[in-house]
DNA sequence: TATGAATGAGGTTTCATTCAT
DNA sequence: AATGAATGAAACCTCATTCAT
């Protein structure tokens, strides 16, 4: 995965040498970059923050560890990076669903269908969510600036919904904690080389939380207000 | 990384869960070991495995960091230890939805509900399952064996649901991976000092599995087939 | 300091306070004491100061940790018992072999025989002559000057067989830093419930340090002249 | 003695070969780490194992102790070398002596010369043979295996020595146990810096185990014999 | 008296980061 | 520009030693 990576990275490079006689370093530096945030990432995701030394990840990229600070600060605005990046997709998703949805919920199930396709997509880069505790706190605060912003958008979907009859009365913020908890996970479990596509899972997801998993035609209202009564957590 | 956020578990411990009751030798032993169990899992699962060092929870316990040690023989036996404590109270909600679940729907909607209730009241105690990586080697074997099984029976109740028409079809592994990302989520954003109790909480999650977002009077149906047309990943 | 010490004054003062009708609690005191530095000794001679625990000391007597601080005031002050009975031995077989022994070489060689019959008997409790750093430094102080009087008399016994001729010129802190070096190395390896016993070993050893390994009836002599000539560190 | 140390080790590396100006990377990794190699081994030989921090032993070196991780897996490992580099010069004074040897005696008095003088010379390096038991377990097993192999070697010298008539009948182990006792001990005492020489002391041992201390011209058989009949274990 | 519990001091080890080539 | 070497900071962990029962 590494190798391939490296691989693409020298190919682009080539090519921009062979078409215009000088690749501009700026290229050059900007792909490297890249590279090194993708790979990053990816480890960040994968086995955590902690859990993903700059040796392994130089070494991943057949690059020398001092050779990494060309390219980063240190390894926490690597880590900001990835927060960022993860953060980027979420508000297009938003902004995707704010330009293509009519009600509340339309929006809603757009924003989680575009954000698992695109989270999907590129991944690694974006499993590291998890590690918001080990940003720096000037880096941290920037994040939940936007977190927040975020978080509450989509609370207001909910509420757009509610108001406008499309979802009925809820907790906003628990709904999309539960949405946004499903989507976070996703890197720790999905692999886009399973058998099943990002889109795939996009539409799964979106699904899902549309209609949930009660077949249209049982009456699962009745099921359900019958069998849940026990109280669950007499242990 | 001095400057990543540490884990400012000192507050809550100041309530006393070092020094309390008194009863016997050997009980109060084990009560100790509890309250390092919940203590630790609790910041583990709020702040990560590596960005709570012993000596935040030591202070945390009113205890000194060597004391640690009387009741485990490492670090990374009191992770696994919250691992366990997470699995147990995954196996005994699976348990529960067996006993009391009629249909394959029922059953999934059950152990939703059991699951986060549990979960919401033990809380810290599991948050860390996101830290799955920092296991020794020897508890990730066993940590995974067990998580595959409890997969597996997830995914057998999701397929018994298909099965007896209860769930429409769908994968699965997909379904459960959706429902269990917004479970494992909820330590990260959850307080049961919030407005909501984990009761709540697990019942808003389960309402959402069951019947999803939409409200029951829209022609959901047609609104997603046509809104969530446009490929979402136009980026 | 001098647990030893200590105990003198106090029996001192029993004895003048209370005249006579000493309590058996005393003997027992005593004994106990002695078993520890026995079996710590031992321990010591054969792991190593530093590998030897408290621990593991309480553990083989079956008493637990607290309850060594009633003999000994802490774990060097046991290390220095330990030097303080190894160089008993050594003085007191020194005694012996100036009662006993006319020429040097007689002093000498019933020396040698004398601390390793000695020595073979009370074992682990002088294995640690090699654990001389280890010792406090005020205990080391003292235990160096016993060591350099122990020393400079081994030494005046070899000149002193050099001058009446029983021993051929040599360097004597040479010859006896060989025996002694012999000899503190018994404890690694020697156990009475080998083959042999202490006699037979100081015996032994008293043979070779008297004749050497070479047959009588052959002409070693020469035969070391000739072979030994080969510059041995052509490595 | 460290400034000295380390002196050499630049003065090496510095001055280089003719050949190629400066040493090769591998060469000054090779240099360095040998100089790690002797300097511990000189300090765990005098003051034991676990009297010498790595703090220590990185003050000598004038390098910080993380350095040293560049060099060695971890302190058991530098241990392990030091084990190691003794055997092999063990193996090796063997080897010589089973070369240059015509008897058995011949074969101990070459083996003791060339070992104590290869010993003499590498010093520090081997004096940690004492601390057999700090070895990690799967080291100290290797270490013990090469030791029965290199004892079962000398021991067989021995018997061919009593068989060839060279050697008077004895007990081989006792014999072995007592001249490899007392080269094990030279580190304890001996110092290259002293008046003597590790050719002379090299010398001197072979001497002493060839002819013992007695005067060839005395009748030391008959005084022996007389003089160290009374029991010397009567303290 | 004797012991389970607790801790301070100190050592080894890791790792992000800088230095010097 | 890129890398092998070096290090400061901080974490985990051990153990002799004391506290409190």
Known sequence: MPQAQRGKVEEAGMTGRWRSAVPSREEQHALKRRAVVKEAGRAFGRFGFHNTSLDDVARALH???PTFYRYFENKQ????????LALDLGEESVAFAQRNGATGLDKVLLMIRHYVAVYARELGAVGIVTDFHSLAP???????KRRDRFDRILRG???EG?????IPPCDPRMVVSCFMGA????????SS???RSGEELAEAFARIFATGLQSATADAGKALSMKLSPSPVTS
């Open 138 to 144: 000037e880096h941290r605060r920037i994040v939940q």
């Open 193 to 195: 080389a399973g058998p």
């Open 77 to 84: 605005a690597l880590l900001f990076e990835c927060h960022t």
């Open 162 to 166: 509610i108001a406008d009859g499309s």
């Open 183 to 190: 989507i976070n996970w996703v890197p720790v479990w999905f």
């Open 157 to 159: 979907f909910v509420s």
């Open 63 to 65: 690059i020398s560890k």
